[in-house]
Structure formats: C-alpha cells, structure tokens
C-alpha cells in the first residue's frame, strides 16, 4: 500500500515535472549570420585555404543545405527579408543602405516581435543596418536587448575619431547608449552572446548574432591569422568569427542547452574583397549570379533533423521565420502573409514536395528567378541571360538566343512575381547602376574572366565615369 502510494506520488512528481518541462521547453532559437562570406570559404564547405572547426561541428550535427540563398545579393535589403520572412519587394526596401529617414518598413513583422509573442527574451548583438533612425531601432522591432551598431560596416577596433565618434551611427552601442569597447568586435559580440545566454538559460530566448565579419575593412586580430598560419585578414577575421562561435557552442554545452536549441548559420550574401572565394559559382556580393545570393546556409536542430545530411532542394533566408516560429508553437497565420515556407516537414520527409519551385531577386534594374534549376538574369536596357545550373553551375553558358521560349517562359514567371511588389523606395547611385549593368552584361559575353581581370575592369570603369562626371560639370 505504502509503495504504490510512493509510486503514485513519484508518477504524480515526475508527470508535473515532465509537464512543466514541455510547456517550457520551447527550443532556444540562435540564428548566427555572417557578412559577405565567400561560398567556399568554410571547412564544410570544401576551403583548402582555412579550419573552422566549430562551424564544421554545427554543420556535422544537423543539415547542410546546399542550394539555400538570401532574398538580396547586398546587405540590407538580405536583412530585411530574413526579419521579415518576406520579399523586401512587398515593402520597397530593394536598394542598399536605407538613407534617412528610410529603413526597415516599421509596419512589417519582425521575427524578434513573432518569438517575443511567445514568450521568448530575445538579443541582437552586431550589425543591424536596417535604417540609422530611432524608430527603426532594434529595441523598438521586437529585440528585448541590443549590442551594435546601426550602420553596415565599421572598425573592428574602438576609434574614437572614426566610427566612435560621439552619436555616429557606426558607433557600438547598448540598448541606445554608446558604449566604448576593448579589443576586437568580433570577440565582444561573442561575449556579449555568451552573457544573454548564461543570464537567459531558464526561459526561451531567441538571439540573433550578426557579425560584421568578414565584411571590410578587413581588420583580423593578428593572433587569429597567427593561428591559421597566414597573413590575409580576410581569412583571420573568418577564423576569430568561428573561434566566437565555439565560444557559444561552449556555453550551450555549460548550461546544458544543446539538446533544445536550433541554430542557424548563413551569410546575408556572397563574398567580394581581394581574396574570397565562391567557388564553385559565379559571380560576387552585388549581383544576380549565384555567387552573389547563394550562401552557407545550416540549422542545427539535434534530434529534429538527421544530423550530417546534406538537403538538396532549394530554400531561402525567408524560410528561416516560418521554420523558426513554427518550432516555438506559434501559428503562421499572418496579416501580412510569409513567403517562406516552415522547412521541418521537408527536411524530415513529412510532407512531400519542395519548399520552393521559384524563388526571386530583384534590385532596381537587376532581377533573376530561379525555377528548379533554370535560371534567368534581367538586366534592364540589355535583356537577359539564361542558365541551365544542373549542367553549368557556374553560369558559364548563356543560353538565351538557343532557347527563346524557355526565356519566354521564365521572364512571364518573374514578371507575374512583380505584380504585388513596390517600386523601391530609395535607389542607389548612378555609379553602382554603371558597375552593375556593365558587370553582369560583360559576364555574360566573358564568363572566363578572371576576379582579378574584372576588378581591374571595373576600376577602369569607375575612372571612366568620374572622368564623365568631371566633364559634365
Ligand atoms: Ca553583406
């Protein structure tokens, strides 16, 4: 009588306990996005030339997927798609850098604002770069704390006649205030991140690590290239970011939170800079190749997902608030309704299809679609470019003139897609639209072109419109 009491007792303990650890046990939610990042450049994903041990552990571990892209080949525009879970397009943020006043749309639906709905603490620590004025600030779109800086780009040392000067918006800040830092900030923003979540173990939280790395200036710790036996900073500030990221990896292990929390890794676009790599893509940061919008793209999930698979289908940034919301218990159902898709029940088999047959690009007078693995470039006031990425991966081979109705065929696709979307609010200047309608229409004709042969072209260029700007004035 005695014992079956104690075991009512115990059943009664142990069925509340596992009760009150269900409705708590909400998956922490990280997602960790770096800075025009070369495709290549990661141990997992085929670098010769670097060791990113604690990423390759993350990507080991759950599912890599090999033809994931962001919604913009630049910065902002990239960001605002993924906060939002929906083609920047819908809210005319399709050029970089938003000058004030513009920035992210403030009636759009943050992921920070979905998560803290269910009851997640929530942290962006790092780049924000989706407009400099107060409203648009993170602390008011849905992030209970922030640690960066309003801007794109920055030193990655404290300069107090530069970027820290007294309310410049490349200034590192707290929650509003301008903090001074010591070291590099690649290490502060994994500190930073370490503290919200040793501080946060007992509740849900969601925090969003935006590095500024290895986006220019290219500034590496010196110690960091030591390690990696090299002298180019590209590759160091890559390694101190994958060094951080081991730093949190750490202090999930500590806390015991590697069991329920997912993590996502990917860069906001492709590489650019003197030394990164896409390979084995074409292209670069700023344009419509895949070079320029196909990234690094993992979530780590233990027990969700097969760990160590590789997922061929192709998804996008956006599907990461779906997936993400979808895991905290919150419902998908939104006013302004999501493009991305909630990734799970394809990567698990559940559901049959793919997540995506199209997805889109578009910036300004650039655009591409991709339909499975079809693929075409509109450069306004040129025409267009067609790939056939099953063959030609590197977009090497213009199909355009020996296939008209295929070309047909996707250019009414992506012209249907433009239907519901803005004009973009803000542009960019006449010198980025010069670069880019050169850049894409001289690769077409020259796919072979050497990085090193188009960047000296495109210097030529750029001299060459200055010398026109000069005459015209
Ligand atoms: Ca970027």
Redesign the pocket.
Known sequence: MKTAFLLILLGLTFGLQSCEKNENNKPNIIIILA??LGYEDLGFQGSKRITTPHLDRLAMGGVRFTDGHVSAS??SP?RAGLMTGRYQQRFGHEANVPPRPHGMDTQERTIAQALKEQGYTTACFGKWHLGDEDHHYPTVRGFDHFYGLRE?SRSYWYDETKSDKPNDPHGIEHNGIQVKFEGHLTDRLGDQTVKFLNENKDQPFFAYLSFTAP?GPLESKPEDMEALGTDDNYLGLIYGMDRNIGKVVNALEKNDLMENTIIWFL???GGIGPTYSNYPLGGL?GFKFEGGHRVPFILYWKGHVTAGQDYDQMITSLDIYPTSLAAAGGSLEQTRPLDGVDLLPFINNEKKGIPHQQLYWRKLDCAAIRDGNWKLIRVDDYGYALYNLEEDISEANDLSNKMPEKVDELKNKFEKWEQDKMEPIWGEGEIYKYMRYNYHTERFKNPDYSDQEMKAYMNEMKKKLKNKSRENE
């Open positions: 800075d025009d630049v910065c990239s794109g986006h860069s906001d676009n940061k």
